[in-house]
């Protein structure tokens, strides 16, 4: 079972910066085997992708953070981070990162996630 914990969220005003931590159990971070991913989500609101990196490396972002955010990870303290510039009052959610198995270069289900760091912006 993967163990995920996120960690560096905080309230920051508009413009400000916030790098987020997920730091995951030795025994599932093999990243080549791996997609990692970072979600969001407001209360009542549909949860909502924010950056992937996939076991090649590759990194895929949603629209609204292109330019601002910066996924990346450390294999070796088994760590995720988002970098997050430029922040908006419209950032403001709980973040999540989540690991899917990495299969035939395609992500799978995202069936473990962490207990979430909020994020607030205010203007």
């Known amino acids: 079972q993967v163990q995920l914990r996120e960690s560096g969220g905080g309230s920051v005003q508009a413009g400000g910066s916030l790098r987020l931590s997920c730091t995951a159990s030795?025994?599932?971070?093999?990243?080549?085997?791996?997609?990692m991913q970072w979600f969001r989500q407001n209360p009542g609101k549909e949860r909502e992708a924010v950056a992937t990196?996939?076991?090649?490396?590759?990194?895929t972002y949603r629209d609204s953070v292109k330019g601002r955010f910066t996924i990346s990870q450390d294999i070796g303290k088994n760590t995720l981070y988002l970098q997050m510039n430029s922040l908006k009052p419209e950032d403001t959610a709980m973040y999540y990162c989540a690991a899917a198995p990495f299969v035939f270069k395609l992500c799978g289900t995202y069936n473990n996630w962490g207990q979430g760091t909020q994020v607030t912006v205010s203007s």
């Open positions: 990196i996939d076991g090649n490396g590759r990194t």
């Open positions: 030795a025994s599932v971070y093999t990243a080549s085997s791996r997609c």
